[in-house]
Nanobody, 120 residues
Framework: VQLQASGGGLVQSGGCLRL?????????????MYWYRQAPGKERDLVAS???????SYADSVKGRFAISRDNAKNTVYLQMNSLKPEDTAVYYC???????????????WGQGTLVTVSS
């Protein structure tokens, strides 16, 4: 199982970006999918999550500006980021909880991270 994140880049304050993270491999079913971020010198924080049923949750700092979604057919999670602020600058990581059919248990996997830089 591998996670490949993409979509980061440099954007001006007030701009928008859309992050994607595709999960590849076979023999699994994905439960909850997450986006985290880590700013320079800070801890990694949860930004948003989405369950297999489509229920979403957001950090207070991004509510109303970011939207998480998923395409179950593509095993892909998205993060639409609008009205970006300089304080949103961070490396964004995707993360998934999934069940591997062969072992019948849950595993947690991280993507490699994608850098988002918001200039003022």
């Amino acid at each position: 199982v591998q996670l490949q994140a993409s979509g980061g880049g440099l954007v001006q304050s007030g701009g928008c970006l859309r992050l994607s993270c595709a999960t590849s491999g076979t023999g699994f079913s994905i439960n909850t999918m997450y986006w985290y971020r880590q700013a320079p010198g800070k801890e990694r924080d949860l930004v948003a999550s989405i369950t297999s049923g489509g229920s979403t949750s957001y950090a207070d700092s991004v509510k109303g500006r970011f939207a998480i979604s998923r395409d179950n057919a593509k095993n892909t999670v998205y993060l639409q980021m609008n009205s970006l602020k300089p304080e949103d600058t961070a490396v964004y990581y995707c993360n998934v909880d999934l069940v591997r059919s062969r072992y019948g248990r849950s595993y947690n996997y991280w993507g490699q991270g994608t850098l988002v830089t918001v200039s003022s």
